[in-house]
């Protein structure tokens, strides 16, 4: 491997030193490049560019590979469970019974928010986005939990504050669906594991005994681990800039979680979802949207297709595609757009339009079919989508902090006006 890369710039040369990660990719180190020549270098959307170096997760958008600290995510989602992942994901390591027993009680045993934290729900009308509650509710713990704030903190008091927000997200995830529907709130159970307790506190209700489905629980706990950590996109990346200013953990997830909210990023499985309900209220013919799709002059572009990285299928889709088809044969359920959604996908792996444009379905494609499966209702898909990712914007935020890694702040070109003088508004 070259040990540095020659950068010849106005009859001078430059020597960039190249550094290698553990699988092999290969990156120049500019960090002295503006102090050497003058030059910052410019990647709109950082399609090519590193911000940092990372021991977490790795992925091949070309192999579609993706793995937690090493372990395939196909393994981890068949064999693992979602506190274990977390676990793995944030300190680096499969935990042993033990150390999975006492992370499990530890969360359990923080579910429950301040009461004062229901005075803030009940002044969210009926109608919020539940992703809009789960960012204010998160960064309301700082007041909650003031020493959260202290940059210098102990690691214990790292540990309490991740313990409580994995615990309580699932809480107030809970609660922003039951506020939006009007029913009683159910606070958490601590005879019941992670998956049981958000699904207890989502769909009991006073009036009927609620049944916890071993299936719906699988099913969660396998899209939870599959949506846990994907390395530098977009929310992780606020998660990391954010905390780089010394900001705390829930600011920082906070800032995620509003990231995560964009129909380009996390919004996306609830853009999917609604496009299929769109094609079946128009009749369900679905040639037509995909005709409609490759037409240029029509607006309307296929949703939970393509992915920045992947650049052949996304790992991930091809597990919750089977997953889909397990927890609707197991559930008895026949969803019309289910169909649909096999429809579309099977004219993007043929069509040459979708083929040569590598639009083939994501991770957001067809998580929405299970979560609808499941009961899941569609409002709540990106809540579901951050309570997933939390372990890995937890990860990604201790490992910036460990690494001591300083306030990201980029540079910039200026193409704006040249210097001139104010002039008063009565010679505008
Ligand atoms: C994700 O899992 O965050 C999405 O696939 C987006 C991405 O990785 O850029």
């Known amino acids: 491997m070259a040990e540095s890369a020659e950068l010849i710039l106005d009859g001078k040369s430059i020597s960039l030193p190249v550094i290698e990660g553990t699988e092999n990719e290969k990156a120049f180190d500019i960090g002295k490049l503006r102090d050497q020549t003058g030059y910052v270098t410019l990647d709109s959307g950082y399609k090519n560019t590193g911000a940092t170096k990372s021991a ?65 729900f009940d002044g969210f009308p009926s109608t919020a986005h539940p992703m809009g509650i789960l960012s204010s509710l998160i960064c309301s713990l700082t007041a909650f939990y003031p020493k959260s704030l202290d940059p210098n903190q102990s690691p214990e008091e790292t540990n309490l504050n991740i313990f409580r927000l994995i615990a309580k997200i699932s809480t107030i995830a809970a609660w922003s669906y039951k506020n939006s529907v009007g029913h ?68 920082s997830v906070s800032a995620g979680v509003n990231a995560l909210w964009g129909p380009l990023h996390g919004g996306a499985n609830q853009e999917v979802m609604e496009m299929l309900e769109a094609i079946q ?103 579901l989508f951050a309570m997933g990712r939390l372990p890995g914007w937890i990860a990604q935020w201790k490992e910036m902090r460990e690494n001591k890694e300083p306030i990201g702040r980029p540079r910039q070109i200026y193409t704006g006006e040249l210097e001139r003088d104010y002039v008063g508004i009565e010679q505008r």
């Open 281 to 383: 209220q128009d009749g369900g013919n679905t040639q037509k949207w995909v005709d409609k799709a490759k037409d240029k002059d029509d607006s309307f572009r296929l949703m939970g297709f393509g992915h920045r990285v992947y650049k052949n299928f996304d790992p991930r889709a091809k597990i919750i595609k089977k997953a889909a088809d397990d927890v609707l044969k197991a559930l008895g359920i026949d969803d019309p757009l289910l169909k649909i959604a096999q429809e579309l996908e099977q004219a993007a792996l043929t069509d040459p339009y979708f083929v040569e444009r590598k639009l083939y379905p994501n991770v957001d494609f067809y998580s929405g079919i299970i979560y609808r499966a499941i009961g899941i209702p569609t409002e709540m898909f990106t809540v």
């Open 56 to 120: 977490i997760t790795f992925l091949d958008g070309e192999e579609g590979i993706l793995r937690y600290r090493g372990y395939p995510i196909d393994q981890l989602a068949e064999k693992s469970n979602f506190l274990e992942v977390a676990y793995l994901l944030i300190y680096g390591s499969l935990p042993t019974q033990t150390e999975l027993d006492t992370f499990a009680h530890q969360i359990t045993n923080h579910t429950l928010v301040h009461e004062d934290v229901r005075k803030i």
């Open 184 to 251: 009683p709130l159910n606070y958490p159970r601590n005879d019941l594991d992670y998956c049981s307790n958000f699904l207890y506190m989502m769909f009991a209700f006073p009036t009927e005994k609620y049944e916890i489905n071993p299936v719906v629980v699988s099913a969660l706990n396998k899209l939870l681990i599959l949506h846990a950590d994907h390395e530098q996109n977009c929310s992780t990346s606020t998660v990391r800039l954010v905390g780089s200013a010394n900001a705390s953990l829930y600011g």
